[in-house]
């Protein structure tokens, strides 16, 4: 395989996961695939995906997994956090995590829940307004908050060396793998994205701890840095 951007230990593969993730081995799978919301199909919260062509071509990469992809994310790497866990059919866990959204608006999930399987972790809950995720610079409609991702990141036990995410999207989990200087691969099946990622890379990078010592939020990053194109890169999905 020809890596689509590959530099300082973070690479990117532009193509299918299902193909992709057969040539690879991980330590840790950390991702945020497509839920497949029904509801957006139906138009309900539908304007938040304006800007992003959802409402030329209609939500065409929503698309949920199906348990064939999620057993096969499962099986690869030793450790795996994956988003949208209420969504899928996942094995039981005491170790899951907490996005608290702190919503205000009672039309969107007021916390997001994720799957994880880290040996003696208990469950964890992470702090942050999603009306301050939304006044950021946002790259993609679904897009998590860097300092979520970092958070995620900080509870891979020490031997979890290389992270993937098999759903990059605009590439947030390797920016905070990178942020704290880990290496990280991520699997993107869309062209423009994965250029997005690659500017998203290329800005300047700030130096975080790599594994958690306690259970406060991590800061957010703070950067006068900024993708130039991105106005002109939203996709025509």
Same mark, same amino acid.
């Given at each position: 395989?020809?890596?689509?951007?590959?530099?300082?230990?973070?690479?990117?593969?532009?193509?299918?996961?299902?193909?992709?993730?057969?040539?690879? !081995?991980?330590?840790?799978?950390? %991702?945020?695939? +497509?839920?497949? #919301?029904? *509801?957006?199909?139906?138009? @309900?919260?539908? $304007?938040?995906?304006?800007?992003?062509?959802?409402?030329?071509?209609?939500?065409?990469?929503?698309?949920?997994?199906?348990?064939?992809?999620?057993?096969?994310?499962?099986?690869?790497?030793?450790?795996?956090?994956?988003?949208?866990?209420?969504?899928?059919?996942?094995?039981?866990?005491?170790?899951?995590?907490?996005?608290?959204?702190?919503?205000?608006?009672?039309?969107?999930?007021?916390?997001?829940?994720?799957?994880?399987?880290?040996?003696?972790?208990?469950?964890?809950?992470?702090?942050?307004?999603?009306?301050?995720?939304?006044? !950021?610079?946002?790259?993609?409609? %679904?897009?998590? +908050?860097?300092? #979520?991702? *970092?958070?995620?990141?900080? @509870?891979?036990? $020490?031997?979890?060396?290389?992270?993937?995410?098999?759903?990059?999207?605009?590439?947030?989990?390797?920016?905070?793998?990178?942020?704290?200087?880990?290496?990280?691969?991520?699997?993107?099946?869309?062209?423009?994205?994965?250029?997005?990622?690659?500017?998203?890379?290329?800005?300047?990078?700030?130096?975080?701890?790599?594994?958690?010592?306690?259970?406060?939020?991590?800061?957010?990053?703070?950067?006068?840095?900024?993708?130039?194109?991105?106005?002109?890169?939203?996709?025509?999905?």
């Amino acid at each position: 395989m020809t890596p689509f951007y590959q530099h300082n230990g973070i690479t990117i593969y532009c193509g299918d996961c299902l193909e992709v993730l057969l040539e690879l !081995s991980p330590d840790a799978i950390v %991702t945020d695939p +497509p839920y497949g #919301l029904e *509801r957006f199909k139906k138009g @309900f919260g539908f $304007s938040r995906f304006k800007g992003y062509g959802a409402e030329k071509t209609g939500l065409k990469w929503d698309v949920k997994p199906d348990q064939a992809t999620i057993k096969l994310l499962l099986k690869t790497g030793k450790y795996h956090i994956i988003w949208g866990a209420n969504n899928f059919t996942l094995p039981p866990s005491e170790s899951f995590l907490v996005w608290n959204k702190h919503q205000t608006v009672d039309n969107f999930a007021s916390a997001e829940l994720a799957f994880s399987d880290i040996p003696s972790l208990p469950a964890k809950v992470y702090e942050y307004s999603i009306h301050k995720h939304n006044q !950021s610079e946002k790259f993609h409609p %679904t897009q998590k +908050p860097v300092s #979520l991702m *970092r958070w995620c990141i900080s @509870f891979l036990p $020490s031997d979890a060396k290389i992270i993937c995410d098999p759903y990059m999207g605009s590439g947030t989990t390797l920016r905070a793998a990178q942020d704290m200087g880990l290496q990280a691969v991520g699997i993107e099946l869309d062209e423009e994205y994965c250029q997005i990622a690659v500017q998203r890379l290329r800005q300047q990078s700030f130096s975080f701890p790599a594994r958690s010592t306690n259970n406060k939020n991590q800061p957010e990053l703070k950067s006068s840095a900024v993708v130039e194109s991105h106005k002109q890169s939203k996709l025509n999905l």
